[in-house]
């Protein structure tokens, strides 16, 4: 390893909120660490179990990606020293890819001064997800609102009300967001469509004026969750009946399978709201790990590396306090 070693911790997200498909994201206080360094030949260290089955050589969406920033700048660095730690399961619909994507784009500039700004690497990530939705939450952090033609993505970020904060139910069971998006139809009514337009304004409306007792409501979707529900045993149930159960509004996070119910920070029914998540995706059979997290607001950090200091990442992430 030489020159400067760079450490970014990139939060996870959550795409759609229901009914704002490839548009609205939110960042969560959940996270994956990335190191990268230039090296006289390339080796991908992978720590924690959300890596498993991830290539450790250059094929390695990392490593790929880096390259891609490199190309862009105009500059050449063959050669990395990869590290990376996640907390953020992978394929479940917490953006694991986006923050994969995010992290790597972010590094690899600040590994050679920052040429590109935070506008081109939006472009970039953009076009490598596919969808803005995740990487846009990803890079800016709060809720991001955005929109890609093809060629430009454009973004209005809202800070999240302080009193919010999020329920995941994480299935024991990856769904990709290739076969999630399989599952969509090609076409929809004009029914659909309005009522998906009606819900996703009033959702971001709601978001940006902190009108809570909206949300429940807004969060209403029909262009992908019906289709998705299949995919997900106990999902319809959860959707239906969450905010009977102390949930503010509840959605499928991005595609699958994880559900997310966002709840007031001052609720009393936090412990039945988990346990009926808990409890409805047991009765199909499915096991499911809980997390309690909060909207996050800030995009990637640079995590100061003093010179000389060459403390592997997965000792330096041990002694973090996790948010
Ligand atoms: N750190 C990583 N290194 C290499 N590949 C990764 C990394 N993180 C994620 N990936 C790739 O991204 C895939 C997961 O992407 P996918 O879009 O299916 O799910 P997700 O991003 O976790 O969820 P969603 O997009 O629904 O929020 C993994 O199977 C893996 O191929
Ligand atoms: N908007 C995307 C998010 C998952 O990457 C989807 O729902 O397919």
Redesign the pocket.
Known sequence: MYGPRIIVKVPAST?NLGPGFDTLGMALSLFAWIEMAQAPETTITLYGDQ?NG?PTDKS???YKVAQMVFNEAGVSVPELSIS?Y?DIP?????????S?IVGALVAANALIGAPLSDHKLFQMATALEGHPD?VGASLFGGIVVSAWDGEQADYVRIDPHPSLQALVAVPAFQL???KARHALPKEISMGDAVYNVSRSSLLVAALATGQLELISKAMKDRLHQPYRAPLIPGMETILAHASERGALGAALS???PTLISFVDAQSGRKQELEQFLVDTLADEGIEAETIWLKPFNSGPQLVQVEEGDDLPLIDRIQSEVRV
């Open positions: 795409a890596m991830v390695n969406l990392i990376m996640s992978l394929t479940r619909g917490l953006g694991s890819s986006a994969a995740n990709s967001t290739e991005g595609a699958g």
